[in-house]
């Protein structure tokens, strides 16, 4: 399964920029996972990787600040019974964390005011309000 990691249509990163470890696994598999190397991780170097254009580094490594160590990411899964299906897990996990980290800023909110329209139609709901209350209250004449 040593193929480019697709995260968005212009960035790819190769093979040989992954690196996975594997090791025993707790989870589902009973007996068989006390015996077979079925848990998967899986790094990638952001912070030195070539095949990440410098604009979307800088904005990548700000928004996964908090699960950065020394520039690298890392992915666990040990989600499934066998190795082959983690890796695949992993793999899809890490490209997606990329791929929201790589998304361009939202635009920035424009501030506006409410219409005058609509402060009339506030008003008058509180004036209601007030009336509905006003004739709840007991008069002292009674």
Request: glycine share 4%; aromatic share 2%; proline share 6%.
């Amino acid at each position: 399964m040593a193929e480019d990691l697709n995260v968005t249509r212009t960035l790819v990163i190769p093979a040989s920029e992954l690196r996975e470890r594997f090791s025993r696994s707790s989870g589902p598999g009973g007996q068989h996972v006390n015996t077979t190397d079925s848990r998967v991780e899986l790094s990638f170097d952001l912070a030195n990787s070539p095949s990440v254009p410098e604009r979307l580094r800088t904005r990548m490594l700000d928004r996964l600040a908090t699960r950065l160590v020394d520039g690298v990411l890392t992915i666990a899964s040990s989600d499934q019974r066998a190795q082959v299906q983690n890796r695949a897990t992993a793999r899809e996990r890490l490209a997606a964390l990329l791929r929201d980290a790589a998304a361009a800023p939202p635009p920035d909110r424009r501030a506006t005011k409410p219409s005058r329209g609509a402060k009339e139609r506030r008003i008058a709901a509180k004036k209601r309000r007030g009336v509905t209350k006003r004739n709840r209250r007991v008069s002292p004449d009674d």
